[in-house]
């Protein structure tokens, strides 16, 4: 295959690579300040568009579940931006009322589109409505929070802290339903569900991937894990099922061509 981007190669990192929920589009963002857009047919790859976001590094990128929005986060803001497709507008969101954070960077989309999470410093989770873009309720773990993933049906919330201890969320009460220990875990870095619920998907500092069964981590405090993949060497940063739950996607960025798929 050409490379996706090839009609625009990024002067920078890039930090998101992600498909359009429905159409073949391909965003790409990242250091350089940009999110490109490109139509994906495998032959010439063509640029639809990029915009330029001014002095505003690209920390993550992602589309809305409508496919109408892209949010972007930076690397050191406390304000985000909101670029609409449909009118081609792109909207700064300055602050959010009843959020006091320095930065704000590591975020998620519900998958049926109502909900925005916010990651805070110290322990803080806020989710916004996805519509408005207001803050609904903050939530706090104990210690810091390194990553949060939604269920596939949205209900809940399960948020990884950089102690090893993942907390699950009811997303309507927003009570915290249950908590359990990473098995082995010295520093939480990122965390997936399954597109089916089955499993759930903790990724630690030491390279160490633990695969469980979501009905273990809502009873136990300390589950075991249905296997740990050791095929890391270094911090595990991403992990993702394929939609199928048939294939686990691991890798880290901290080295060369470390993605394994399990």
């Known amino acids: 295959c050409l490379p996706a981007?090839?009609?625009?190669?990024?002067?920078?990192?890039?930090?998101?690579?992600?498909?359009?929920?429905?159409?073949?589009?391909?965003?790409?963002?990242?250091?350089?300040?940009?999110?490109?857009?490109?139509?994906?047919?495998?032959?010439?790859?063509?640029k639809i568009q990029s915009i330029?976001?001014?002095?505003?590094?690209?920390?993550?990128?992602?589309?809305?579940?409508?496919?109408?929005?892209?949010i972007a986060t930076g690397t050191h803001h406390k304000m985000f931006f909101v670029y609409d497709m449909m009118s081609g507008s792109i909207i700064p969101i300055e602050k959010v009322r009843g959020v006091e954070e320095r930065f704000l960077k590591n975020f998620e989309v519900s998958p049926d589109g109502s909900f925005m999470?916010?990651?805070?410093?110290?322990?803080?989770?806020?989710?916004?409505?996805?519509?408005?873009?207001?803050?609904?309720?903050?939530?706090?773990?104990?210690?810091?929070?390194?990553?949060?993933?939604?269920?596939?049906?949205?209900?809940k919330i399960y948020s990884y802290s950089k102690e090893g201890e993942v907390f699950i969320w009811d997303v309507r009460s927003r009570k915290c339903l249950h908590k359990f220990e990473d098995e082995g875990s010295l520093e939480g870095k990122c965390i997936a569900v399954s597109k089916n619920n089955q499993y759930v998907a903790c990724g630690s500092a030491s390279g160490v991937v633990n695969l469980y069964t979501t009905d273990v981590c809502l009873k136990e405090n300390r589950p075991k894990p249905v296997k740990a993949i050791m095929n890391l060497v270094t911090s595990a940063t991403c992990v993702t099922?394929?939609?199928?739950?048939?294939?686990?996607?691991?890798?880290?960025?901290?080295?060369?061509?470390a993605v394994k798929l399990v």
Do not use: W
């Open 5 to 46: 981007n090839q009609e625009r190669f990024a002067n920078g990192k890039l930090v998101t690579v992600q498909f359009h929920p429905s159409a073949q589009v391909v965003m790409t963002a990242g250091h350089d300040r940009s999110v490109s857009l490109f139509q994906v047919d495998g032959i010439r790859n063509p």
């Open 52 to 70: 330029y976001l001014e002095s505003f590094p690209i920390y993550k990128a992602c589309f809305s579940v409508d496919g109408e929005q892209v």
């Open 117 to 155: 999470l916010l990651t805070g410093t110290s322990g803080y989770l806020h989710l916004l409505s996805m519509k408005t873009k207001e803050l609904i309720s903050t939530m706090k773990v104990n210690g810091r929070c390194t990553a949060s993933a939604f269920t596939p049906d949205s209900s």
């Open 241 to 257: 099922f394929n939609p199928t739950t048939e294939i686990l996607a691991v890798a880290s960025r901290e080295a060369d061509e």
